[in-house]
């Protein structure tokens, strides 16, 4: 069985720009482990009706797929399922999550709907093809799921699962070795232990590494950071939700705004990058509120010379529920 992986452009493209999902790259390695052969390709090379397996994790290229040849398909991302997708005479496998969640059995012999939540086991490196490293800056890599506080009303809940920090920080050398580009942790708010270990396992190895990654901003101390910087962290994400205290307090993020901005100040000290996360209550929250949002967002604006980023989910009205709006803005 032959595997083309789609190398067509994503709507979202995981921390990097003008390119396919990460992910897919991440899958092409654990086709490489289980000897599968593959190639990456378009959506037109799709020629091979007998032994071809199409992957795409573009919601762009769902609606196309009818007119494919391959028999079976597995498609991935947000939003794939079953019920708005129409196909004829082919296999379809639909897989709700990351690329490189797909795993051995999953890709030999599992059907129908298919969740891969496990983590892995061992060092998995991404085979990204030389025409396609010039357009990356950063390589996510998945070292974690779960929420680490489960207080939000806004997420999933699911409990926290985290990588061994070793295995991770072997990662980060492996991956920063090959391809000479950031790594991205994906773990959402790791313990102060957990960067700790992970820095001491760089520090020790001595090897020259560039990586980012998330963390409550309460783990983040002056010297904490320091050392972070000095085992080659250069980014930091950290979720700001809104710009207001009534809000970090309803979801026990722990800290206050000042506190966000005194942190911004040392990174910026520090010549380290941030990325901010805010969550976008548009069109809940009241009038109030958004000034609040807009004047402390400013302040940031202003700061010169530090450097970020912003990432504003929008809560539509089926996650972000009238009871919760009412927990924050009473």
């Given at each position: ?12 493209t995981?921390?990097?720009n ?6 897919l ?9 289980i ?21 795409s994790?573009?919601l ?7 007119n ?24 379809l496998?639909?897989?709700?999550g ?42 996510p890599?998945?070292n ?24 991770t920080?072997?990662?980060?050398i492996?991956?920063?070795n ?9 773990l ?10 992970i820095c ?13 990654c ?5 783990n ?12 080659g962290?250069?980014?930091?994400g950290?979720?700001l939700?809104?710009?207001e ?18 942190i ?6 520090l ?8 969550i ?10 958004k ?19 912003f ?20």
């Open positions: 069985m032959n595997f083309l992986i789609t190398t067509a452009k994503s709507y979202h995981s921390h990097s003008d390119i396919i999902p990460i992910g790259f991440y899958l092409a390695n654990q086709l490489h482990r000897g599968q052969p593959f190639k990456f390709s378009t959506l037109n090379e799709v020629t091979d009706s007998e032994s071809t397996i199409y992957l994790f573009l762009s290229d769902h609606v196309s797929l009818i494919t040849v391959a028999k079976k398909i597995i498609l991935g991302g947000i939003g794939a399922n079953k019920n708005n997708i129409i196909t004829t005479e082919k296999e496998l639909i897989f709700c990351a690329a490189s969640h797909l795993d051995e059995n999953t890709l030999l012999n599992s059907s129908g709907l298919i969740v891969h939540s496990s983590l892995p086991e061992d060092i998995e490196i991404p085979i990204i093809p030389d025409e396609y490293l010039n357009k990356i800056e950063i390589i890599y998945n974690g799921k779960g929420c680490s506080y489960g207080q939000c009303s806004f997420c999933t809940r699911e409990k926290l699962m985290a990588l061994d920090p070793e295995i920080a072997e990662a980060i492996a991956i920063y090959k391809y000479k580009r950031q790594v991205q942790l994906s959402d708010g790791p313990s102060k232990q957990y960067l700790n270990n001491n396992y760089i520090l020790a190895a001595s090897v020259d590494v560039r990586w980012g998330s963390a409550m901003a309460f983040l101390d002056k010297e904490m950071l320091n050392k972070l910087s000095l085992a962290c250069v980014s930091i950290i979720g939700e809104y710009l205290d009534t809000v970090l307090d309803a979801i026990s993020k722990g800290s206050t705004t000042n506190e966000y901005f005194e911004i100040e040392i990174i910026n000290d010549h380290m990058y941030a990325h901010f996360c805010i976008n209550f548009d069109p809940y929250v009241p009038t109030k509120y000034q609040i949002h807009h004047n402390n967002l400013q302040k940031i604006l202003n700061k010169n010379n530090v450097k970020f980023s990432s504003v989910s929008q809560l539509q009205s089926n996650t972000c529920t009238d009871e919760a709006i009412k927990k924050i803005f009473k």
